[in-house]
């Protein structure tokens, strides 16, 4: 809402306030000015003048020699506006002068004749070129003949003026209005408000009733509607000084007629539709739901497709206007009109709100019809229409209106006590800290003993309970008072839950692992949302959750994986030449169990990680280590490891995934993630290089760890080691003959670990060597060489069994 | 017998002084200390001599042993110094080349900045829940006084997925599932951060997916002061123990009244500077006393009960205080943006 300082100051004392000290008190009340926008910088040198005589400059045909009388002078000027004439009064800018646009004004010669000054148009005195009006948008501005010589014209244009622009949130509709603004500046002001003038000569001799008859169908969306006559009204440029109010508030003046109701609009909130009576076609208006497959054109001339949650306005024959937004183009008020039917009406704001949404229309009316108006201010706004069409369009007022009125109107009323109020607020007020906040909103009040009965305003709809009239007292007594304290009473240990801290450990390890965490978008595109789904994880199908309208095909779809997005990240990189890069991230995945999502996702925490390019790299000892599956893997181990749960690594195939490098992770002989390198198509289709990626289901994780680790006493008898190489044939995975080293070895083994692979040459086609480190151990006693030597002999028999291996000698 | 002793100390002791290498002082200990050597040689001379001379010399043939036997030790080491400073002046490095680069990982930016918040109010008794990012119509607008229809429904654009299943708008749901859960019958210390979606263009300022962190404490008798305290010790952590706050009347459906909280900008100090447009104040949160509506629909008796609720733009929080210029760096991911940042 634009607020034209100028304007306000016809309702409120603003002479000991500047605009920028109102903007700060109006900010810290409640409703946020955003800026503050002066039309014009003060100029002095620009003044009314009176042409004397205008003639055709000797030596150029499109120049005028002006002699103008600027009062205490007269000056000649060459003006090249094709409508200046004798006779006008006009802007003149003295020599000295400066244009908002910034020329200078002297004293020239053009074509050898003096030009001492210049006559402005509206734009060259700093009007925004799209709130000038058509009848003066072209060449010089012509004041009416009221204005005096000689006088700044600062003032007559209200070019002194600043335009506060006010950011009403949706509790707030009185403040759009210049009433309602009024309303709070005198509270802030703790000054009076003047309203304005509502007196009305009517004409006795007009009956509205003998010209029209209103009837509503549709009660529950249309409350109120008044219909008023005003007959012979004369179209022309509306008084100066409202054209200028109109221009501050960011509407463009069009006549007198349409300017008023707009003005109206503006000042009371309350919007208003002038007909055409002559082109309105019936002596009757019907207001009702639209009809299917009915249409109007709206005065934007466009056709507009009607149904029946439209509430319509009609001459009982056809739509004439979609109630609350745009009138129609056949009733539209002309240069010719000469009688008039004005509505003042009461629409229902879900109503309206619906048509907006259906037609795309959003107006000054419709705005304030969704929003809700006052309806105390109905009839009154209606009223004062036709006090400034009779001042100023010459009309003659029917001496009633015709309406239907079936709208509330009566106050609420809220009974608070000072000391709630202290409760709630923590404070120590008295009650007439209380009540003369009350009396400076012009809220009418009674007591009963403690209790304060507050008579709640119409105009402010968002009051209803307790807590509103307690806002209303700290607003306005100043939130600055409150002191600082803190809650007291009752105390819990605040913390995180165990699965919070984990993810914080799992934070710590990856980060110390030299990954750096990002965060992408969980929305991605249909295809991505179903790439790199984890091997056998879930056994139910697992569909993604796409979004009713997306805003592009680039973020349509929940993701099930966060590698896509994570590839997307590498991309960027690698595009921006960082080509080493390991990453990790932490985020939800969402599943859904129904190929059309009816209940919400599952929503699984998951964690990624994704590295290309060098793993190390130091250069001048050209020791460079690209990433590659066994660094990935690397870092999912010492994950594990430092969680303290065990998890075995299982070939598999996957889409997405290099067919020979990649693991499904099972825990607990269950799938929660997977390791391996990207398929080289899909990495081209990303466009990264050789990538390798992990992603593990937290949830799993979360299920079976337990958080604080039991002591385990550090030994205190020497363990002994062995070393077997076994040949095993290539497709025999190391892993397996490890775990079965394990399972025979035990419990007197209590590690094995993988210290050679080799193949190659001096050994057999087909088949590898693989040296495994066994380490027996004894938490309570000095192992004996035999009982190791015998475990030993066993592990090697049962090994050489099950994988046809032998020992390499 | 005494005089050759000492001749055979003094010249060992000189000879030892002379040696040059390790290999010297080997032959030198053969020679006079040996089975062959001087000393013993001189000493089998001993059963000539008297019960009285005997232990006379023999003591001091001990003690010229004791000492050539020293000096060789000493010599020896001297040497073995030598020869090692020798050798690790062979092994002198340029100590100027680079050293092994280590691969420095570390967290999101927007992660060190919620975790900060998190142990700020943990710090104060507060506990941190967490809920489903997509959310029902109820949770995230019913149940916080937001009906359909309501004309502040349109203060956020939401994704819908069905008619009831959304993207959450905020992470205010988390407080409504919270309030459900304990049934009105117990006092509420809690924050919910979280990611949230709005039908935003990805721009400077907007994101479609940013994070939010809001903060909910219901009790008996929780006051506006109250908020305006806790609110007070958040911005002194977070902005700096000389930063002031102020607090604005502004509109959320779910509180009632509602506030917006400026921090004093810390670049002009209050002055007025571009960053603050002039104002000395920068926006930093949102938050009011809980509406009783809200309470209600949750179980907990309005009247006996009262609480209050806030919530913060964790990128806006992390723009402010490390200047950053543009959300969208949250999400390029843009290695050179993260690792200015990186804090294990
Ligand atoms: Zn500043």
Redesign the pocket.
Do not use: H, L
């Given at each position: 809402m634009l607020v034209s300082y100028n304007w306000l100051r016809n309702y409120v004392n603003l002479d000991n306030v500047t605009p920028e000290e109102l903007a700060e008190k109006i900010t810290r009340s409640g409703i946020e000015v955003e800026g503050i926008e002066y039309l014009a910088p003060k100029s002095e040198n620009i003044v009314v003048g009176y042409v004397k005589s205008c003639e055709k400059h000797p030596d150029a045909d499109k120049l005028n020699l002006c002699q103008v009388d600027v009062g205490e002078e007269s000056l000649q000027i060459i003006c090249g506006a094709p409508n200046v004439g004798a006779g006008q009064k006009v802007a003149v800018a003295k020599p000295g002068a400066k244009l908002p646009n910034g020329m200078k004004i002297k004293k020239v010669k053009l074509r050898g004749v003096e030009s001492n000054g210049m006559i402005c148009s509206l734009q060259e005195l700093g009007l925004d070129e799209k709130y000038i009006p058509a009848d003066v948008a072209e060449g010089i501005f012509v004041f009416p003949e009221d204005a005096e010589v000689g006088e700044p014209v600062q003032e007559l244009l209200n070019l002194d003026d600043a335009i506060l622009d006010l950011d009403v949130l949706a509790n707030r509709p009185d403040a759009l209005s210049m009433l309602g603004v009024a309303y709070e500046v005198a509270a802030i002001l703790d000054q009076p408000i003047e309203l304005p003038d509502e007196n009305l000569t009517v004409d006795e001799s007009i009956e509205a009733k003998d010209y029209i008859d209103v009837k509503i169908d549709s009660i529950e969306n249309n409350p109120y509607y008044g219909a008023f006559i005003i007959r012979d009204v004369e179209i022309k440029p509306a008084p100066l000084w409202m054209r200028n109010y109109l221009m501050a508030s960011g509407i463009r003046p069009i006549n007198n007629v349409v300017d008023i109701t707009n003005f109206v609009l503006l000042e009371y909130g309350q919007p208003l539709h002038a007909f055409d009576y002559d082109q309105f076609g019936s002596k009757q208006v019907v207001i009702r739901q639209g009809k299917e497959n009915e249409t109007m054109v709206t005065l934007d001339d466009q056709e507009r497709q009607l149904n029946e949650n439209n509430l319509v306005i009609t001459n009982g024959k056809e739509p004439v206007a979609l109630a609350g937004v745009m009138g129609g183009a056949d009733s539209e008020v002309t240069d010719g009109t000469t009688n008039l039917l004005l509505e003042a009406a009461y629409f229902d704001s879900a109503s309206v709100r619906h048509t907006v949404k259906q037609t795309g229309l959003r107006s000054e009316s419709s705005t304030r019809f969704e929003k809700g108006v006052d309806p105390n201010r109905v009839k009154r706004a209606g009223i004062r229409a036709c006090s400034l069409l009779q001042k100023y369009a010459n009309g003659k007022v029917a001496g009633s209106v015709v309406e239907v009125d079936a709208l509330d109107k009566s106050e609420k009323s809220v009974t608070v006590t000072t000391a709630k109020i202290n409760q709630r607020l923590g404070m120590g007020l008295d009650e007439k800290d209380v009540t003369s906040v009350l009396s400076r909103l012009q809220f009418e009040f009674s007591k009963n003993g403690e209790e304060i009965i507050v008579q709640v305003p119409t105009r402010r709809l968002d009051i209803s309970i307790f807590e509103d009239i307690l806002e209303e007292v700290i607003r306005i007594y100043g939130y600055d008072h409150l002191p600082y304290t803190i809650p007291q009473g009752w105390v819990q240990a605040g913390g995180l839950t165990d699965i919070q801290l984990l993810q914080r450990e799992i934070k710590n390890y990856l980060s110390s692992a030299g990954l750096m965490e990002t965060l992408t978008y969980s929305l991605t595109n249909e295809k991505d949302a179903t790439r790199f789904l984890t091997p056998d994880i879930e056994e139910k199908p697992a569909y993604p959750v796409g979004l009713a309208m997306p805003m592009s095909e680039e973020h349509s779809h929940l993701r099930l994986s966060l590698i896509p997005e994570m590839l997307r990240v590498l991309q960027h990189n690698v595009a921006r030449t960082q080509t080493d890069l390991a990453y990790y991230e932490i985020g939800k995945v969402f599943v859904s169990r129904e190929e059309k999502v009816v209940n919400q996702p599952i929503e699984n925490l998951h964690v990624a990680g994704a590295l290309t390019g060098l793993w190390h790299n130091h250069p001048w000892q050209q020791e460079k280590k690209p990433v590659d599956f066994y660094v990935a893997k690397g870092i999912v181990e010492g994950l594990f490891a430092h969680l303290e749960l065990d998890v075995t690594f299982v070939q598999t195939k996957m889409e997405d995934m290099h067919p020979g490098r990649c693991a499904v992770i099972k825990l607990n002989g269950k799938g929660i993630g997977y390791v391996g390198q990207v398929h080289p198509l899909t990495a081209k289709d990303f466009d990264v290089k050789e990538t390798y990626v992990f992603e593990i289901d937290l949830e799993s994780v979360f299920a079976v760890h337990q958080l604080a680790p039991s002591f385990t006493d550090i030994p205190r008898y020497p363990s002994v080691t062995r070393d077997i190489a076994f040949i095993l044939d290539n497709d025999v995975p190391a892993g397996d003959v490890q775990a079965v080293i394990m399972e025979i070895g035990v419990p007197l083994v209590k590690e094995v670990s993988i210290f050679d692979v080799y193949q190659g040459e001096h050994m057999e086609e087909g088949k590898k060597s693989v040296a495994y480190r066994l380490l027996y151990q004894d938490p309570s006693r000095t192992l004996k060489d035999d009982e190791v030597d015998a475990s030993y002999q066993e592990i090697i028999e049962k090994v050489n069994n099950q994988f046809g291996s032998y020992v390499r000698s | 017998m005494k005089e050759e002793l000492q001749a055979i100390e003094s010249e060992a002791l000189a000879a030892v002084e002379e040696a040059e290498d390790s290999q010297a002082l080997q032959e030198m200990k053969v020679k006079y200390l040996g089975k062959k050597g001087s000393l013993t040689t001189v000493l089998r001379g001993m059963g000539k001599l008297s019960k009285e001379e005997r232990p006379v010399i023999g003591e001091l043939a001990n003690n010229v042993r004791a000492s050539i036997t020293e000096a060789l030790e000493a010599k020896t080491e001297k040497l073995e110094r030598e020869a090692l400073d020798k050798k690790l002046e062979t092994e002198t490095i340029d100590v100027t080349l680079p050293g092994n680069p280590v691969h420095v990982g570390g967290r999101h930016l927007l992660t060190s900045i919620m975790e900060e918040i998190e142990d700020l109010f943990i710090g104060m008794g507060y506990e941190v829940k967490e809920g489903p990012e997509v959310e029902t119509d109820y949770y995230n607008f019913e149940k916080l006084n937001l009906p359909k229809n309501h004309p502040a429904r349109d203060m956020q654009d939401t994704f819908f997925i069905t008619n009831e299943l959304l993207l959450r708008t905020q992470t205010s749901p988390v407080q409504a599932r919270t309030m459900e859960a304990y049934q009105g019958n117990r006092p509420i210390k809690m924050i919910c951060p979280g990611k949230v979606y709005r039908r935003d263009t990805d721009d400077a300022t907007h994101s479609h997916q940013f994070r939010q962190i809001e903060g909910l404490v219901v009790d008996k008798n929780i006051t506006l002061s109250d908020l305006k305290g806790t609110l007070d010790v958040f911005a002194k952590k977070m902005f700096g123990k000389d930063r002031k706050i102020r607090l604005r009347p502004s509109f959320f459906p779910f509180t009632e009244p509602s506030v917006e909280m400026d921090v004093s900008?810390?670049?002009?100090?209050?002055?007025?500077?571009?960053?603050?447009k002039?104002?000395?104040w920068?926006e930093i949160l949102g938050g009011g006393m809980v509406h009783p509506r809200v309470l209600e629909m949750s179980g907990y008796d309005s009247t006996i009960y009262s609480g209050f609720a806030f919530g913060m733009g964790q990128e806006r929080i992390a723009m402010l205080k490390y200047g950053v210029n543009d959300i969208r760096h949250f999400y390029t991911n843009d290695v050179r943006f993260l690792s200015q940042y990186h804090q294990a």
């Open positions: - | 900008c810390k670049v002009c100090n209050g002055e007025g500077c571009s960053v603050c002039q104002t000395g920068i």
